[in-house]
């Protein structure tokens, strides 16, 4: 502890004590997913809720991805506030149908009398040397349908309160969680909200290039910017925090300023959430840019062996590589 409102904690404490808050302050919050209960989850991030609020409010499901979500949106219905987790990213598939054809447009199909506030938690990327269908990006999947709000925090601060927000919201919340970075530590102040849950967020500033990233890939940026700056180039780091909506004043701010962008998730590069942001930054800052807005992804083939992943990730050198081409211009 440094004070008495904040504390040092992994990614997945902070999940974990921010769905406890959320239990704590509403009895209509309730916590469901395979092995979430008395395993605590895979990760452990449910671990010990089970325990303090009972099997009736933190739920171990079936092995039903879909069934979960549709259970989900039927306590939705009835004024319950569900958060459901999906054990990996690969698994999400089964429940898509009911993420996009229900979840998504209940409120545009009542005309705004129907509100379903869903949270779906999604560990996602890749990073820790897993099995088929455990290391998918699929962001930008959810992005595209209207009416769910996609989110992904890179930092424990971020975790606890974007949780928070998300479960106090009243639409659908797709909630992405870098695996990757679960064990990564920060300092969380549990009394003082960072800011709103979608607005982007400078977590370096800089004057020559501006790197956009999320979730796994902001604290690979924040390396790319201590390598550069041994070079004497200086690299401005924003953190989207949210997907969709995705808040292009910010980028827009930062590119006037630096007049390059380089834009970095895992996801694949083609029709990734980056295209996106390219598209609409050369728009809004076509005469700001010094150079082409470049994106720095995944590949356009499946996730590969474990043994492979560090070839098919984006890492320093190839992020490097994309300010050094920006520059070049």
């Known amino acids: 502890m440094t ?26 919050v309730l916590v469901m997913g395979e092995d979430v209960g008395k ?58 149908d009911q993420i996009v054809t229900q979840l998504a447009k209940m409120y545009a199909r009542s005309l705004g009398k129907v509100k379903l506030p869903v949270v779906v938690r999604i560990p996602y990327g890749g990073g820790i040397g897993a099995v088929e269908h455990h290391s998918e990006s699929p962001e930008a999947l959810f992005a595209h349908v209207a009416g769910l ?55 370096r500033e800089g004057t020559d290039v501006t790197l956009v990233a999320y979730g796994p890939m902001v604290k690979l940026c924040l390396e790319v910017a201590d390598a550069a700056a041994e070079e004497g180039r200086s690299l401005e780091v924003l953190d989207l925090r949210s997907i969709s909506p995705l808040d292009f004043d910010s980028v827009q701010a930062s590119v006037e300023k630096t007049r390059r962008l380089v834009v970095v998730h895992e996801a694949p590069v083609f029709l990734g959430s980056g295209a996106e ?42 992020v490097l590589d994309a300010v050094d081409r920006s520059l070049a211009y």
């Open 277 to 318: 942001i390219a598209a609409r930054i050369t728009e809004r800052c076509f005469y700001h840019l010094e150079a082409p807005v470049l994106r720095v992804g995944g590949y356009h083939a499946p996730y590969p062996p474990a043994r492979l992943e560090e070839s098919y990730l984006p890492d320093l050198d190839r």
């Open 3 to 28: 004070d008495q409102k904040t504390e040092k904690m992994a990614i997945a404490k902070a999940i974990n004590e921010s769905l406890r808050q959320a239990l704590e302050a509403d009895p209509k």
């Open 149 to 203: 709000k996609v989110v992904s925090p890179s930092n424990a601060s971020d975790a606890y309160w974007m949780m928070q927000q998300a479960i106090q919201s009243d639409d659908p919340v797709i909630f992405f969680e870098p695996k990757r970075r679960y064990w990564d530590k920060g300092e969380v102040n549990t009394e003082s909200i960072p800011g709103p849950l979608h607005r982007a967020r400078v977590v």
């Open 39 to 96: 395993l605590g989850g895979v990760f452990r991030v449910t671990d010990g809720l089970q325990k303090d609020f009972g099997e009736e409010r933190v739920i171990d499901t079936p092995l039903a991805e879909s069934g979960i979500v549709g259970t989900a949106i039927g306590l939705a219905l009835r004024g319950y506030r569900p958060v459901v987790e999906i054990q990996f990213d690969g698994f999400v598939f089964p429940a898509y």
